[in-house]
């Protein structure tokens, strides 16, 4: 158990919905990813917050958007859905003093555009 | 071109082989290289992390990384089933906009076979 805790594990919605995807850091990280993983893309960067503040954006598309919370949790907003979204969406923390080594993937969030 | 190439495989051994994997990167910033295990679309789990260039051992599992190359491999000694698993190699660079931003290759879906 990684300690970081994504909800909810899995979820099937329409094209054109909007969903909201969870996360719940490790005890005391300040730092959350979020990362997408498809079968053709693999693992991509989506976006980084730090304490409640956007530290770096990755190949997050316009229709997607994030926010981390003052208690530290993060959620990903997916909006107006497209076949091509389904995919595992990750979350992960890292500590202050980051080092490649501190950070922790939680299980991911299985997304399902039909 | 990527930024971190990975041959996807698959890599199919028998049980006790020695196993290598390998990537290859193109942006002489990264200082952090690691390994991930991914299994059947879990969380990545961390098994290696290496800073900078060198050799890192961690009981059957040796991580390498020459950066006068750009190349990092992953040995694996006496493999077991229970090593059949996508591994996944990872790299960042220490601070910017991209600290804590991990780049990925695509992975290497490994069996090993009794």
């Known amino acids: 158990d990684s300690g970081v805790t994504q909800t909810p594990k899995h979820l099937i919605t329409a094209t054109g919905q909007r969903v909201t995807l969870r996360c719940s850091p490790r005890?005391?990280?300040?730092?959350v990813y979020w990362y997408q993983q498809s079968l053709d893309q693999g693992l991509q960067f989506l976006i980084q917050?730090?304490?409640?503040?956007?530290?770096a954006k990755g190949n997050i598309l316009e229709r997607f958007s994030a926010q981390q919370f003052p208690d530290l949790h993060s959620e990903l907003n997916l909006s107006s859905l497209e076949l091509g979204d389904s995919a595992l969406y990750f979350c992960?923390?890292?500590?202050?003093?980051?080092?490649?080594?501190?950070?922790?993937f939680g299980e991911g969030s299985w997304l399902t555009v039909v | 071109q990527k930024e971190v190439e990975q041959d996807p495989g698959p890599l199919s051994v028998p049980e006790g082989a020695i196993v290598s994997l390998n990537c290859t990167y193109s942006?002489?910033?990264?200082?952090?290289f690691m390994w991930y295990r991914q299994y059947s679309r879990k969380g990545p789990e961390l098994l290696m992390y290496?800073?900078?260039?060198g050799n890192k051992e961690d009981g059957r599992f040796t991580a390498q990384v020459d950066k006068s190359s750009k190349y990092i491999s992953l040995f694996i000694r006496d493999s077991q089933p229970s090593d059949s698993a996508t591994y996944l190699c990872?790299?960042?660079?220490?601070?910017?906009?991209?600290?804590?931003?991990?780049?990925f290759g695509r992975g290497t879906q490994l069996t090993v076979w009794p």
């Open positions: 990872a790299m960042s660079a220490p601070r910017g906009s991209t600290l804590g931003r991990l780049y």
């Open positions: 992960a923390s890292s500590g202050r003093g980051f080092g490649g080594n501190t950070i922790y």
């Open positions: 005890s005391g990280d300040l730092s």
């Open positions: 942006n002489s910033a990264f200082q952090y």
């Open positions: 290496t800073y900078s260039s």
């Open positions: 917050y730090y304490n409640g503040e956007e530290r």
